[in-house]
Antibody, heavy 122, light 106 residues
Framework: QLQLLESGPGLVKPSETLSLTCTVSGGSIISDNDYWGWIRQPPGKGLEYIGTIYYSGMTFYNPSLKSRVTISVDTSKNQFSLKLTSVTAADTAIYYC??????????????WGQGTLVTVSS | EIVLTQSPATLSLSPGERATLSCRASQSIDSYLAWYQQKPGQAPRLLIYDASNRATGIPARFSGSGSGTDFTLTISSLEPEDFAVYFCQQRSNWLTFGGGTKVELK
């Protein structure tokens, strides 16, 4: 059974870079049928799409975050990663990684990690 | 950006009752809409995709309908485990989520 697990620092200082990794187990990240994505959720609020990546490295970003976001993939480790630069308190959220239901760059997500809370504070 | 507006914000119902949740798009999204269920401390769970298709393992009491700008998620008879927050998501023009509807125990 496919599992996704987010990892990374739970506390980031303002103006610094948030870095998270999603490790995929129970399946290969090299799949013609899957895109891999990041979604975040401020505590008690709604969901915000960050971006998606294909195993080839092709990426698609939310236009509102595009200038600060980089998503990359490491197929040798079955992982993909998120970097968000110049963070502020508004970036405090639970960050989820997820797998697409179908091979669309802007997909629905049918498998999710448990989420990891990242707090931006000095 | 396509804005999805969900209503009501909160729905207070009893087990066995029918729940009807609405999601309205700011412009037509054809049938490119999904519904998710989220319980406290858990990740969202895909229920419905392309407006009316149930995801794998989703009980038949969940159904979706609509196209264009108006969509509905119906839970025909609420089970105790259905009390949760429900989000809609569109993938027609980039990808956005609605603000959510909380289905709470009356």
């Amino acid at each position: 059974q496919l599992q996704l697990l987010e990892s990374g620092p739970g506390l980031v200082k303002p103006s610094e870079t948030l870095s998270l990794t999603c490790t995929v187990s129970g399946g290969s990240i090299i799949s013609d049928n899957d895109y891999w994505g990041w979604i975040r959720q401020p505590p008690g609020k709604g969901l915000e799409y960050i971006g998606t990546i294909y195993y080839s490295g092709m990426t698609f970003y939310n236009p509102s975050l595009k200038s600060r976001v980089t998503i990359s993939v490491d197929t040798s480790k079955n992982q993909f990663s998120l970097k968000l630069t110049s963070v502020t308190a508004a970036d405090t959220a639970i960050y989820y990684c997820a797998k697409s239901l179908m091979p669309y760059s802007r997909p629905y997500f049918d498998s999710w990690g448990q989420g990891t809370l990242v707090t931006v504070s000095s | 950006e396509i804005v999805l507006t969900q209503s009501p914000a909160t729905l207070s119902l009893s087990p066995g009752e029918r729940a009807t949740l609405s999601c309205r798009a700011s412009q037509s999204i054809d049938s490119y809409l999904a519904w998710y269920q989220q319980k406290p401390g858990q990740a969202p769970r895909l229920l419905i995709y392309d407006a009316s298709n149930r995801a794998t393992g989703i009980p038949a009491r969940f159904s979706g309908s609509g196209s264009g700008t108006d969509f509905t998620l119906t839970i025909s008879s609420l089970e105790p485990e259905d009390f949760a927050v429900y989000f809609c998501q569109q993938r027609s023009n980039w990808l956005t989520f609605g603000g959510g509807t909380k289905v709470e125990l009356k």
